[in-house]
């Protein structure tokens, strides 16, 4: 059973203060996705990491996959209350058909 | 809106109860999955299905089983329910590429209440 660990599991910042959330496993996986899920809605992909080392910028959002393909981590900077929700990330293993492992969650707020 | 529409949007029923959840995947998309989400286990795979056949098979209690139509909806089935298995149930669909950045779109959920 692959294991995806977060950290922190909660975060409360002020409005324009950066911020890193961290994605962990002893596993590798072939690819890592994030997700953020608001209150009453389903996850939604931000971002699909597939290469070790790649990092992926999404506006404010940075992405990296480690080089080992076994940790990951989001970078935001500037932070706006808009970015509060649940962060998640998720990982795929080869030869697994689709079912993605996902980690804990992070839950972020940005106060204004 | 991610174009998966989950019926019925909450559920509220009994100990040893059975209910059904519905999911309509996206338009064009084979492969419906199943996921359970609770504070304590977070995000759960439970099920995939594909064009009709069963794909793929995670954490799902025997109590449970799923199906996909010709129509590619499919139907979670929950039976025998327990205090437990209040949470929230999502459904995903994707095209199913096979590819490593395959995206998966999910559904608004269906909130389980078992009292």
């Known amino acids: 059973t692959q294991l995806l660990e977060q950290s922190p599991q909660f975060l409360s910042i002020q409005e324009g203060e950066n911020l890193t959330v961290y994605c962990n496993s002893s596993?590798?996986?072939?690819?890592l996705q994030w997700y953020r899920q608001e209150p009453g809605e389903g996850p939604v992909l931000l971002v699909t990491?597939?290469?070790?080392?790649e990092v992926k910028k999404l506006k404010r959002l940075t992405f990296q996959f480690g080089d080992a393909r076994k940790d990951s981590s989001l970078h935001i900077t500037a932070a706006q209350p808009g970015d509060t929700g649940l962060y998640l990330c998720?990982?795929?293993?080869?030869?697994?058909?689709?079912?993605?492992?996902f980690g804990s969650g992070t839950q972020l707020t940005v106060l204004p | 809106d991610s174009g998966v529409t989950q019926t019925p949007k909450h559920l509220i029923t009994a100990t040893g109860q059975r209910v059904t959840l519905r999911c309509s995947p996206r338009?064009?998309?084979?492969?419906v999955y199943w996921y359970q989400q609770s504070l304590d286990q977070g995000l759960q795979f439970l099920i995939q299905?594909?064009?009709?056949?069963?794909?793929a098979k995670g954490n799902i209690l025997e109590r449970f089983s799923a199906q996909q139509f010709p129509d590619l909806h499919s139907e979670l089935n929950l039976s025998s329910l327990e205090l437990g298995d209040s949470a929230l149930y999502f459904c995903?669909?994707?095209?199913?590429?096979?590819?490593?950045?395959?995206?998966?779109?999910f559904g608004s959920g269906t909130q389980l209440s078992v009292l």
């Open positions: 995903a669909s994707s095209v199913e590429t096979g590819a490593t950045n395959e995206k998966l779109f």
């Open positions: 596993s590798v996986f072939s690819s």
């Open positions: 990491v597939v290469t070790g080392g």
């Open positions: 998720a990982g795929a293993v080869r030869g697994s058909a689709r079912q993605l492992t």
């Open positions: 338009s064009g998309d084979l492969s």
């Open positions: 299905y594909y064009n009709g056949e069963e794909r």
